[in-house]
């Protein structure tokens, strides 16, 4: 039941259409009997400054929380940044203070290892390829550095892009071996989409599918659709896959308890 005391987290997305989040968020407030509710908003790049503005004086904010293609701009107007993204300066959370401040935090990537570990795939000791270097891609990248994988690799579009992200996280994981290089899934454990493609009819494969072997673990971050190109041509293939579900399910009880 919404009343007037229902605190509302809106999600910012660009389009929103593809979202999956809101029914998991509302169905975990509704089982801890919090009057807490999430609704999609549309919102443009152009305008997400104004957005922002407009949300921090709304006294029954609980916060906002974020995805695509908002999670790297957005940090900029949070009055502070906390965790992994104070380094990576990507967010896919706000919360709102008491006095009207915002802060800034990133669970896209406990939230994945989460869904990894709940669906008895612990990613230390793999072999991790990533494809993208962006918002989710940097929060993955981070929380995998931190579970300890084998040997980590981030793939981009933009190199320098990869290759600025990888001396970000060298410095916090030393003792991991990591670093930018080929789109080539050829010989890792694990392969993980951390982009967009595949969201769209249309997009490229984010890897060349005839590259995978067929004992690798394939990972999406895309949750709409369930199945994802790449899902489906690595299933082909003999490999095993993850969906994009698994992380928004493991990662809304983090969302929420952060918001409360």
Request: aromatic share 4%; with cysteine; net charge negative.
């Amino acid at each position: 039941m919404i009343s007037g005391t229902t605190r509302f987290v809106p999600l910012l997305a660009h389009p929103c259409r593809h979202v999956r989040t809101p029914g998991v968020f509302n169905a975990e407030c509704a089982g801890r009997e919090l009057d807490m509710v999430m609704v999609p908003l549309d919102v443009r790049p152009d305008m997400l400054a104004q957005t922002i503005a407009a949300l921090r004086a709304m006294d029954n904010l609980a916060g906002m929380v974020i995805t695509i293609p908002h999670k790297t701009e957005v940090a900029q107007y949070c009055d502070r940044l906390t965790g992994a993204t104070e380094m990576l300066g990507v967010c896919n959370i706000i919360r709102r203070e008491t006095d009207g401040s915002l802060t800034g935090a990133m669970f896209d990537g406990e939230g994945f290892v989460a869904g990894l570990r709940h669906r008895g795939h612990d990613p230390a000791g793999r072999r991790v390829l990533l494809i993208g270097a962006g918002g989710a891609a940097s929060g993955l990248a981070h929380a995998l550095a931190g579970a300890g994988v084998a040997r980590l690799t981030i793939a981009n579009r933009s190199a320098e892009k990869a290759e600025t992200l990888a001396r970000q996280l060298k410095a916090v994981f030393p003792g991991t071996d990591l670093g930018a290089g080929p789109d080539d899934p050829a010989g890792y454990d694990l392969v993980i989409n951390g982009t967009s493609l595949g969201m769209h009819a249309g997009d490229a494969l984010p890897v060349d599918p005839d590259r995978l072997g067929p004992g690798t673990l394939v990972a999406e971050v895309v949750m709409q659709p369930d199945m994802t190109p790449l899902l489906a041509a690595a299933e082909a293939r003999g490999c095993r896959i993850h969906k994009g579900i698994n992380m928004i399910e493991q990662q809304v009880r983090l969302l929420v308890d952060f918001l409360i």
